[in-house]
């Protein structure tokens, strides 16, 4: 690994300058993420709310001539609407810029950089669609109280806390690193399984609370692959059990967040979640080319606020095992032999884990506080090379979620293996550097 002392030395300068303008320029802290509400009574409203991330990323031999890259990028746009038409009956809409940031070195907080599966003919077009701005999330929610609740159409899984923090409540702004559920590999609905996570479905969820615990269960029904590997148009099944021994989360239905600034006091969450769709990847093309898919994960979300106002502690830990046996030759093995067009949903076969911790230094400078981190993830799949990451940084924290200012550094082969599972998959470890800001609203 060749360092270019002159061009890392640029590129502080220009990460320290993002966060010096932010925090010289924001002199009052934005309002709470409450969005705009026109309302007719306590059981009938509209809200729109938004959201905006985006970074500067200059990424090791990611230019021509082996040159780190320079780029400003749109990671999120979102147009967020929620609401209820009846005391028992809500709503919410959510859009995205699916196609800003094709082609680009930034970190996606949903799913990894530019992941389309390998191979697929999901991700010849453009992702997410043709459209730039597409829909996200679109669910009817039936709300009848805490212990019983429907939600139906596109929404996020009931998987790991990786995915339920969504974009813009991750403990750290580049999100999930580790390996991915079927729903944030895809690149699609109608051709892949999902999108960002999300799903067509119908899920059931509530909460308990036994003893002085707190007990989330959620568990959905979705459509899951829809591609020629899934021969016999079956279901995906996903569910998730959590529990919170100590303060509870909250957050929306059974959605999480990777960190709460001590806002929520003292946190001990331990979840599990499993997945399974029969014929849920491969090559149907191939020999012994399709496979179930069964995913199983465990995660720790620990927060903890130092007595004598010593700051916050924050941990984030998950373990991800996923199964899918489908012969090497789907990698390979054309859909149109002429053309060479391979077709395979060839989804990650291994296990996966990552640790990450935070601490929320309590003094204030300018408008917000410092919270520097560290974390590691390794990917280690069954029968290609196994991948690893490092990450350290400074979140510079104005508002909660709602407006934070993150610069942070990776050294690792995650992104350079990416998504390629096969048993030749290389790529050398590189450095990376980013300064990102998220605004909400």
């Not at 799913?111 to 077009?125: E, T, Y």
Request: charged share 15%.
């Amino acid at each position: 690994m060749k360092v270019d002392a002159t061009g890392l030395w640029k590129k502080f300068i220009v990460a320290g300058a993002a966060v010096a303008l932010v925090a010289g320029t924001m002199s009052t802290p934005p309002a709470a993420n409450a969005a705009g509400v026109i309302k007719a009574d306590d059981d009938k409203w509209i809200s729109i709310g938004m959201g905006l991330r985006t970074s500067f990323n200059a990424v090791e031999g990611a230019s021509p001539g082996g040159h780190y890259s320079n780029e400003f990028t749109v990671d999120n746009a979102r147009i967020l609407i929620n609401g209820k038409v009846h005391k028992y009956l809500g709503f919410e809409v959510t859009t995205e810029c699916f196609n800003c940031s094709v082609g680009s070195n930034r970190f996606n907080s949903t799913s990894f950089p530019n992941f389309a599966p390998q191979g697929s003919l999901a991700g010849i077009a453009s992702f997410g669609g043709n459209s730039s701005i597409g829909l996200l999330d679109a669910i009817a929610k039936i709300e009848i109280n805490e212990h019983l609740n429907l939600w139906v159409g596109r929404m996020l899984l009931p998987t790991d806390r990786n995915t339920l923090n969504n974009a813009f409540y991750k403990a750290s702004f580049s999100g999930l690193r580790g390996a991915a559920t079927p729903a944030m590999f895809s690149a699609n609905f109608d051709y892949g399984a999902g999108l960002y996570g999300r799903d067509n479905a119908a899920t059931i969820w509530g909460k308990v609370h036994p003893g002085g615990i707190h007990l989330l269960y959620a568990f959905a029904v979705s459509q899951g692959l829809r591609h020629p590997a899934n021969i016999g148009n079956s279901l995906m099944y996903t569910g998730r059990l959590q529990v919170n021994l100590l303060n509870d989360e909250p957050m929306s239905g059974y959605y999480t967040a990777g960190t709460y600034y001590g806002t929520a006091g003292d946190i001990i969450a331990v979840g599990i979640s499993g997945q399974h769709q029969k014929d849920g990847a491969g090559n149907p093309s191939a020999p012994w080319g399709v496979s179930d898919v069964t995913g199983l994960s465990v995660d720790l979300m620990v927060e903890k606020l130092i007595p004598n106002n010593m700051g916050v502690f924050t941990f984030n830990g998950d373990f991800r095992r996923q199964w899918a046996r489908y012969a090497q030759a789907a990698f390979t093995t054309p859909l149109i032999p002429l053309l060479g067009i391979v077709d395979c949903f060839c989804v990650f076969s291994g296990h996966s884990w990552s640790v990450q911790g935070l601490y929320l230094i309590p003094a204030k400078i300018g408008v917000g506080r410092f919270q520097p981190y560290m974390r590691y993830t390794a990917i280690n799949p069954l029968e290609s090379a196994s991948r690893q990451e490092w990450e350290g940084g400074v979140n510079y924290v104005i508002d909660g979620h709602n407006a934070r200012v993150a610069f942070f550094y990776t050294y690792g082969d995650i992104r350079s293996k990416g998504a390629n599972y096969e048993r030749t998959a290389t790529g050398d470890k590189v450095d990376s550097f980013h300064v990102a800001l998220q605004v909400q609203y």
